[in-house]
């Protein structure tokens, strides 16, 4: 059945691309905007969306990808999914939401399927936001994409030097939110006689020194989102004051009588095992419980080894903005087989420091610290050691990978599969 010409009209109303299609992912109607973005403003009616969007030859959910309409068709309700869509800009995160329109009859008669152009992230080097296109950065940014929106508190989990606070940059820029303060609360550094001055400021007179009102930083994130930077490393002591900050919506100055209302969206992130912290009792139970209402997490470096080369060119053009540096074959091969303790911190430091000792714009292996020098230490199990098929064939997968420099094209064409399914292979 045919899609009504009010809907192909309510379509074209839309600047955001949208398709209409069929349970056999047939496109029955596209708007201008689809059709500019991903099919250079041809005419796309009756072809496959998995083959226009994806350049695939058969649905997502064959390819190693969730397929929105394949879940939709089968639940009979909305779904919504985070891809990567090829467009003549090259490969763009998108949010795609995918609704399905009941006809007179009670049944499903087509469905329709809105995209959503992520702004916060790229898939190529970019001069800020996140960057990354691995199958474990691509579920982290779906649960940022879900989250943002709503005014739930989120608590960013991950090794330090995974971006956390970039992360909570991009929640906030996404919530409506955007256009308050983000107040950054450095939780390690708040000591007893610091805490409630710092977070919720003093009046004058409050003590020895304090000639004059100071505004807390709970205050100063009022309309915006307030970010407890490694909220693990408040004492526990201290903790209570944040629960009830937290549980009242309210607050007191130092030194004051009135009682003033918070209003900011909290986000906060920690290195530290929480679950552990809560279990040994040196982090309130009650506490964790406001915190992790939704927790992300944010992989380290060594989980997403695919996206070292483009984190690298990144880097390189945010630290260097008027030179073009590049690394030498070799060195990239040496920076996709390190595994990064200190994650993108360390990445970031390692290149400054290749910058500082390389006489030209080329970036090679005797420019990069000693510890670069060994081989890999992903990939290949010990041969005493028995594991899953899929596990040996992933560690397999990712210790070629780094040893092509992190080109997924050039691998999957030496292994004879394409490059969409080593992509569905190594996102396990």
């Excluded at 226009?52 to 068709?73: I, T």
């Excluded at 003093?202 to 100063?220: D, H, M, P, W």
């Excluded at 939704?294 to 945010?318: K, M, N, S, Y």
């Excluded at 996709?336 to 360390?346: F, S, V």
């Amino acid at each position: 059945m045919s899609p009504t010409n009010e809907l192909i009209s309510f379509l074209e109303t839309h600047p955001d691309p949208q398709i209409v299609m069929g349970a056999d992912y047939r496109i029955l109607a596209a708007n201008a905007a689809y059709r500019r973005i991903y099919a250079g403003s041809r005419n796309v009616v009756g072809q496959f969306c998995y083959a226009v969007s994806h350049g695939y030859g058969r649905p997502c959910d064959e390819c190693g990808e969730s397929c929105p309409l394949a879940a939709s068709r089968a639940s009979g309700e909305p779904n919504r999914v985070l891809h990567l869509h090829h467009t003549p800009r090259g490969e763009e995160h998108v949010d795609v939401e995918l609704t399905p329109i009941v006809g007179t009859s009670g049944k499903i008669e087509y469905f329709v399927e809105r995209m959503l152009t992520v702004r916060e992230a790229s898939s190529f080097p970019a001069e800020s936001g996140l960057v990354g296109k691995s199958p474990a950065f691509n579920r982290m940014l779906a649960l940022v994409r879900r989250v943002a929106p709503s005014s739930t508190a989120a608590l960013l989990l991950g090794e330090s030097g995974t971006g956390k606070e970039l992360v909570a940059q991009a929640i906030h820029q996404q919530s409506g939110r955007e256009h308050g303060p983000f107040v950054v609360v450095e939780c390690s550094g708040l000591t007893e006689t610091l805490f409630e001055s710092e977070l919720f400021g003093y009046e004058k007179g409050a003590f020895t020194g304090a000639s004059q009102r100071k505004i807390g930083l709970v205050e100063s994130a009022s309309g915006g989102t307030l970010f407890l930077d490694e909220v693990g490393d408040i004492p526990l002591g201290l903790q209570v004051k944040l629960l009830r900050l937290l549980e009242t919506g309210t607050f007191r100055r130092v030194g004051g009588v009135e009682s003033l209302r918070a209003d900011f969206r909290l986000i906060a992130a920690t290195h530290r095992d929480l679950k552990l912290m809560v279990e040994r009792g040196s982090f309130r139970r009650d506490l964790y419980y406001r915190l992790s209402v939704f927790p992300i997490h944010l992989p380290a470096l060594r989980e997403r080894r695919e996206d070292i080369a483009l984190l690298a060119e990144t880097l390189l053009a945010r630290l260097a903005p008027g030179r073009a540096y590049t690394l030498s074959p070799a060195a990239r091969a040496r920076l996709q087989a390190y595994d990064y303790p200190g994650n993108i911190r360390e990445l970031r430091n390692i290149l400054e420091r290749a910058m500082l000792m390389a006489d030209g714009d080329t970036l090679l292996p005797e420019h990069l610290p000693p510890e670069l020098s060994g081989e890999a230490k992903v990939g290949m199990p010990d041969e005493e050691a028995i594991v899953p098929l899929e596990t040996a064939e992933l560690r397999y997968l990712q210790w070629a990978l780094a040893r092509h420099g992190g080109d997924r094209k050039s691998l999957a064409a030496q292994l004879g599969i394409s490059e969409r399914t080593l992509y569905r292979k190594l996102a396990g």
